[in-house]
């Protein structure tokens, strides 16, 4: 328990979390460890999980027919795996893959969302760390959609 | 060293009836003469060969987008102001050859042609010309690199200045600070005096070569009456210019004005023609293009006078930087009011009104640069 | 109209006293710039589909072509015409004067077509350097995208050649695809180094790129240097380095520690065509290599 409350507490995520809000967090979490190659999520699957990768890397990717597996984002250490949890229907909208041996930490969606509506004040805090990390997300990918590469015209 | 010269220049009268000693003294010297003449209903600068070339008794009216000429009875031979194109076309000029390789059996080898400087005199260039040459200079001379072919020029032209009798309504030189008074840059410099029956030149010397050409001719000293008549032409001149504009911090203002709601109010009338840039004493922008011969054993490069207004002046691959007719625009009028300051330490623009008489549309940069301060944030 | 004064006849002496004498620039003219000087190509390797690398020798047989990372010659392609491509070979060592370019116009497409023994007219070194000797003492971040490592290649180099003179050193990579990775044995003896790290990651991937995916600044974020004590250079698109700078100067970075070398159309590469102005600078004589801080207002705006 104690190595969880300072692997979370010194996470850049819940940075300025109250004790008592990172002890519900910790609450939740367990230790997981990903084969190369082993998936993480499926696509539609029920997100009853996130993660915070310590070690590896795990791909965002998707199946298309005539292409195959196209990754669209890379998830290396220090960096959270999965928001579909935090929003109805909590299904992951895409396949996730350890690329290598990966070491998470894995944490329940299902108790951290009862402990959330139980605590609307803890909810909150999680919830304004969230949007500010799928912002950081949105604007990187709006990057790529740039295509700052791209063809000439 | 201005001293020196203020103080060994003499002011000599020199009648009309002898200008053709002056012309004959510096065709003497080995010099062609470009000067004022009347062609095709304008001012063009042209050889001449005596007096009689020059245009007697025309007048021009210049407002933004038209110029007319009109022959009356006087006898002033300078009774016009700056001419369609400028002195830029004998120095800067608009096309030559700068580099040439020829295939050989050593291989290619590639040269510079020797520059063509045949020994030219101007006779007639205005005070905001002046200006305007002496900004080129800088520009093409006095850089970490310079223009050879400008250079060689350059050095085989003498300058006979010609202080302004009258302004043209286009015409700004006082608020920009480069007439209508010469004040330096010329070999000799005239005021043409035409008072009841007389008619006369006053004519002031600027370097050794002016001290040497004038030592050759009928000059009597003036007298003070003569100095205060000569001192009235311009001065009539200077009172009748009526456009200005105001410098006052306007490179900073120009440079903070990025986006200042006028440009696109320009923008709506501006046909990015590039007529200004061609007549602008000024604009120095130019390009090159490669080519070969049909055999393939030649190939050269030719230097070619071009414009910020051309929409691919601005491409790299991918798209020109700058598309919109608001952009080339504010290129224009900002390189030269602004940042021309911050290259070059002068201003760009000399005052002369050539392009807002040669516009097709009119637009008057003095206008534009008021409406940009008055339009520009607190 | 008799005929024009036989300039033959001009007394020389006149010519000495003309009011414009005196600001001739005395002694040596400034340095004749438009004459080519001939090079023969040495080897053309295809790097990428679209990009490939030239090594060049002097025709006249001189040894070395010295030059400052980060500077640029305008090479010219007999009939074709000119372009200004930057230097990408070692400046430690300029045996052979390498650049790297994509084939994208008439130029360079013939430029992509030449052969070993043909030959290339070179004008330069122009323009300015990047800061090699002010980064010394200095942990350094190089951050590239696409053709970008191309003109960062000669500052790496330097450094590599004095490595024990700088603090960390990363180079971050982004390319649209793993296809798209230039010098990619290079990168990967560089990866192979204790010294230095070398992160590269591509816009979109394939199957079998096991590297990471996403923009070049998303590497930012976690690259080891201390922003108290780090110079940066970028080069790539306009649109990665203003993205780039924001990263950077999100970790701490002074504005006038993070360079870029800006582009724009060049004719002459002198200063004399006009063509290259960025607002009041010119690319090819106060750039290409500029810090932040010195561009920071035209690189915000449109059109400029």
């Known amino acids: 328990m104690d190595k969880f409350e300072q692997i979370i507490g010194e996470h850049p995520l819940f940075t300025g979390m109250d004790e008592k809000y990172l002890h519900l967090i910790v609450g939740c979490c367990s230790n997981v460890v990903f084969k190369p190659g082993e998936f993480v999520a499926h696509e539609g699957d029920k997100a009853d999980n996130f993660y915070l990768v310590r070690h590896g890397k795990v791909t965002v990717e998707t199946f298309a027919p005539g292409r195959g597996a196209v990754t669209i984002d890379t998830v290396v250490e220090g960096e959270v795996m999965g928001w579909s949890w935090m929003v109805a229907p909590y299904e992951a909208h895409f396949d996730a893959r350890a690329l290598e041996l990966t070491r998470a930490v894995k944490l329940d969606a299902a108790c951290l969302r009862k402990k959330m509506e139980d605590d609307p004040a803890f909810g909150f805090e999680v919830m304004k760390r969230f949007v500010g990390l799928i912002l950081r997300r949105l604007h990187y990918t709006r990057l790529q959609l740039l295509d700052w590469y791209g063809n000439d015209k | ?378 | 109209m008799t005929s024009s004064p036989n300039p033959a006849l001009t007394d020389p002496r006149i010519l000495q006293e003309l009011a414009v004498a005196a600001s001739i620039p005395q002694g040596e003219a400034a340095a004749p710039s438009m004459s080519p000087l001939p090079f023969r190509v040495h080897t053309s390797r295809q790097e990428t589909h679209d990009t490939f690398t030239l090594e060049l020798s002097p025709a006249s047989g001189a040894e070395k072509y010295p030059f400052k990372a980060g500077q640029f010659n305008m090479l010219y392609i007999y009939g074709v015409g000119e372009v200004p491509i930057s230097i990408s070979g070692d400046p430690v060592f300029p045996a052979m004067l390498i650049h790297t370019t994509r084939a994208v116009g008439a130029v360079t497409k013939a430029m992509k077509k030449l052969k070993k023994g043909d030959v290339v007219g070179v004008r330069g070194p122009f323009g300015t350097a990047w800061p090699v000797e002010r980064a010394l003492g200095n942990d350094v971040v190089l951050v590239a995208g696409g053709i970008g490592l191309a003109p960062l290649r000669p500052a790496l180099y330097s450094i590599l050649a004095n490595r024990e003179e700088y603090g960390s050193v990363a180079v971050l990579y982004g390319t649209r695809t793993k296809e798209d990775i230039l010098f990619r044995r290079e990168l990967e003896q560089w990866r192979s180094r204790l010294d230095l790290e070398v992160h590269a990651t591509v816009d979109r991937a394939t199957g079998s790129w096991r590297g990471n995916v996403g923009v070049v600044t998303t590497l930012i974020p976690k690259a080891p240097f201390d922003p108290h004590n780090t110079i940066a250079m970028v080069c790539g698109p306009e649109i990665m380095m203003r993205f780039t700078v924001i990263e950077l100067m999100k970790r701490g970075l002074e504005e006038s520690d993070i360079y870029v070398s800006m582009e724009r159309n060049m004719k002459c590469g002198v200063g004399l065509c006009g063509h290259c102005q960025l607002g009041p600078t010119f690319i090819c004589k106060n750039g290409p290599v500029y810090t932040y801080k010195e561009i920071k207002d035209l690189f915000r705006k449109r059109e400029i």
């Not at chain 2, 001192?231 to 200077?238: D, E, I």
């Not at chain 2, 080519?291 to 491409?315: P, Q």
Request: aromatic share 6%; proline share 4%.
């Open chain 2, 1 to 378: 060293m201005a001293q020196e010269r203020a103080m060994a220049a003499q002011f000599g009268t020199l009648q009309r009836e002898h200008l053709d000693d002056l012309i004959g003294t510096v065709r003497n010297l080995g010099f062609r003469i470009i000067a004022p003449t009347l062609h095709d209903d304008a001012i063009c600068l042209e050889e001449i060969a005596s007096s009689s070339d020059l245009p007697c008794g025309v007048h021009d009216k210049q407002t933004p987008g038209a110029y007319r000429l009109k022959k009356s009875r006087d006898k002033a031979l300078f009774g016009y102001n700056v001419s369609p194109h400028s002195w830029k076309n004998f120095l800067h000029i608009p096309a030559e050859e700068i580099a040439v390789a020829e295939k050989g059996k050593n291989g290619l080898a590639m040269n510079a042609p020797v520059p063509v400087a045949p020994p030219t005199a101007f006779l007639g260039v205005r005070s905001c010309e002046l200006a305007a040459m002496a900004t080129q200079d800088t520009i093409l001379m006095h850089g970490p690199y310079a223009d050879a072919n400008y250079i060689a020029r350059r050095k085989a032209t003498l300058v006979i200045a010609v202080n302004c009798g009258q302004a043209a309504e286009n015409c700004f030189c006082v608020s920009m600070k480069t007439g209508p008074k010469v004040e330096a840059g010329y070999d000799l410099a005239l005021t043409e005096v035409l008072s009841g029956d007389k008619h006369y030149f006053l004519v002031e010397t600027g370097s050794d070569a002016g001290r040497r050409i004038a030592g050759k001719l009928p000059l009597k000293t003036a007298t003070k009456e003569e100095l205060a008549e000569a001192g009235a032409v311009w001065a009539k001149a200077a009172s009748q210019v009526t456009k200005t504009v105001n410098t006052d911090g306007l490179p900073e203002l120009l440079a903070a004005a990025t986006e200042n709601p006028h440009w696109d109010e320009v923008a709506a009338r501006c046909l990015t023609c590039g007529a200004c840039t061609m007549a602008c004493p000024t604009c120095f922008c130019m390009t090159t293009e490669d080519s070969a011969s049909l055999d393939g054993n030649r190939a050269n490069r030719v230097r070619r006078l071009d414009s910020c207004f051309s929409i691919d002046f601005s491409y790299i691959h991918g798209g020109s930087i700058r598309q919109s007719v608001k952009s080339r625009y504010r290129q224009w009028l900002t390189h030269k009011l602004s940042s021309w300051v911050e290259q070059f330490g002068t201003f760009g623009c000399c005052g002369c009104g050539r392009c807002i008489t040669w516009c097709p549309v009119g637009i008057d940069i003095t206008a534009e640069a008021a409406a940009i301060r008055a339009k520009a944030s607190r």
